[in-house]
């Protein structure tokens, strides 16, 4: 029998792979705002439009529990750790694979892992080739998404 779990797991784990696939040279360290935008455009390419803005990108992952800092997403110069990126994406697996908890609104680290990095460790994440993945995306800067979202940010302000 075919579960909405396996069917999201299946989903999950194809992207992963698509991730993976990306041959480019790695030069630039992205932004909280980068990350935002490619997990939601290419993990949940069927919930969130190609034309996403950063701020609808950012909705999204908020609202189902991916959470990320609001003064590390405001800032250019906040750079994304891979501590940071674990996280990211131990929570979207657990979003795929609906085995979450939600504590505050976000999805909650599971009792008895002690950190992110440990998290995608016991699950078989991959986090260095999808970290790698993610700094070739951002090699020659941000996103354009990104860089409208800041420069429309300074104007404000």
């Given at each position: 029998m075919v579960t909405s779990g396996s069917i999201k797991m299946k989903i999950f784990k194809r992207s992963i792979l698509l991730l993976c696939?990306?041959?480019?040279?790695?030069?630039?360290?992205?932004?909280?705002?980068?990350?935002?935008?490619?997990?939601?455009?290419?993990?949940?390419?069927?919930?969130?439009?190609?034309?996403?803005?950063?701020?609808?990108?950012?909705?999204?992952?908020?609202?189902?529990?991916?959470?990320?800092?609001?003064?590390?997403?405001?800032?250019?110069?906040?750079?994304v750790k891979k501590e940071d990126f674990a996280k990211a994406v131990g929570?979207?697996?657990?979003?795929?694979?609906?085995?979450?908890?939600?504590?505050?609104?976000?999805?909650?680290?599971p009792d008895g892992i002690s950190s992110w990095v440990d998290f995608c460790l016991l699950n078989d994440i991959e986090t260095k080739s999808l970290w790698r993945w993610f700094l070739r995306r951002t090699k020659d800067g941000s996103l354009s998404e990104v860089d409208r979202f800041f420069k429309y940010r300074v104007k404000l302000n």
């Open positions: 696939l990306h041959p480019f040279l790695v030069s630039a360290q992205p932004t909280f705002a980068d990350l935002s935008v490619l997990l939601a455009k290419d993990c949940f390419k069927r919930n969130v439009s190609s034309k996403a803005s950063v701020k609808e990108c950012v909705s999204f992952l908020e609202d189902h529990g991916v959470c990320f800092d609001r003064e590390d997403l405001m800032n250019p110069k906040a750079l929570q979207s697996k657990l979003l795929f694979a609906g085995e979450f908890v939600l504590e505050n609104g976000e999805i909650k680290r």
